[in-house]
């Protein structure tokens, strides 16, 4: 279940309303009440504190919370090319691009090693999830609370 913004007039509630109308269908008439089986059905926001959300042209997609995916510059990988030493801090827009990010990194410290650019190396990353905008960082996990190197071995393997 995706979670909702709240009212962008009054800060209140936002409703999901999904409302059924019309003549059911002959599917719906045999007992299988699903959306479909209506042949009008209609599906709106509303605001438990105001009006001006209904009378607004928000639809639902407007609403929701942004998946994290989608957060703007509120994902960001980390990298020590030597550790202990300071992070090195890159603003990544997904899951996906962080793990490029990372891949791209490691082989470029392997490189770098092996070319004899760099000494001998132990380094280190993540991704790091400022969910809120308030720039409290903090380690990104994904639904099954996975950080992304679980991910990365997964993919791996
Ligand atoms: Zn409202």
Request: aromatic share 12%; net charge negative.
């Amino acid at each position: 279940m995706r979670e909702v913004k709240p009212c962008p007039y009054c800060g209140g509630k936002v409703m999901l309303v999904c409302k059924r109308m019309g003549p059911l269908t002959e599917a719906a008439l045999e007992g299988n009440h699903n959306q479909e089986d209506f042949e009008l059905f209609e599906a709106y926001v509303c605001c438990e504190d105001c009006d001006d959300l209904e009378e607004s042209e928000l639809t639902e997609e407007d609403l929701f919370m942004p998946e994290v995916e989608n957060w703007e510059g509120a994902l960001r990988v980390w990298w020590i090319p030597q550790v202990p030493g300071t992070p090195m801090y890159y603003p990544v827009k997904g899951v996906e691009q962080a793990k490029f990010t990372l891949r791209l990194l490691s082989e470029y410290d392997l490189f770098q090693f092996e070319n004899n650019i760099k000494p001998d190396y132990s380094n280190a990353g993540g991704l790091e999830v400022d969910l809120k905008g308030t720039g409290d960082w903090e380690c990104w996990y994904d639904e099954a609370e996975r950080d992304i190197d679980e991910l990365m071995e997964e993919d791996d393997s």
